[in-house]
């Protein structure tokens, strides 16, 4: 019973702080081209823009916080996003070479690694490096 009134409870309490931030909420959105004879605007932030310039404007954005990415991560997480980094490239194992069937044949073929969104490729570069150590006769 108490905890049925509680859960009641915080889903008001949650509903109505979410009405009262929506006037501040800031929202993202892709437009159609359906009007082809209108000039097409699109959310970018806070502010509408032309939609031919958001991919420029968001570029612009990418750029001038790339060479600081590092510093803000350090500063958020006081470094321990490099122990978090480090651990999970520890916790892939070892990247040996795959024997790979080929036809008749096995041939020896690098684990292939996909990093999808991955801010300034440091992972993917623990990920070479460790490679490198596990292989040390390979290229």
């Known amino acids: 019973?108490?905890?049925?009134?509680?859960?009641?409870?915080a889903?008001?309490?949650?509903?109505?702080?979410?009405?009262m931030n929506q006037s501040r909420m800031m929202t993202f959105s892709s437009s159609s081209k359906a009007d082809e004879g209108k000039e097409q605007k699109i959310d970018f932030?806070?502010?509408?823009?032309?939609?031919?310039?958001?991919?420029?404007?968001?570029?612009?954005?990418?750029?001038?916080?790339?060479?600081?990415?590092d510093v803000m991560n350090d500063a958020m997480s006081l470094g321990v996003h490099r122990i978090w980094k480090n651990?999970?490239?520890d916790s892939i194992g070892n990247l040996r070479m795959r024997r790979v069937k080929e036809g008749d044949?096995?041939?020896?073929?690098?684990?292939?690694?996909?990093?999808?969104?991955?801010?300034?490729?440091?992972?993917?570069?623990r990920i070479l490096e460790k490679a490198k150590q596990d292989n040390p006769g390979s290229k």
């Open 1 to 9: 019973m108490m905890f049925s009134q509680t859960m009641k409870r």
């Open 11 to 19: 889903m008001r309490v949650a509903n109505t702080r979410t009405l």
């Open 45 to 69: 932030g806070f502010t509408t823009v032309d939609y031919e310039d958001k991919e420029k404007l968001v570029g612009g954005v990418f750029s001038n916080v790339a060479e600081q990415y």
């Open 105 to 125: 044949s096995f041939k020896d073929t690098p684990m292939r690694v996909l990093d999808v969104a991955g801010g300034t490729g440091d992972i993917s570069f």
């Open 87 to 89: 651990e999970f490239v």
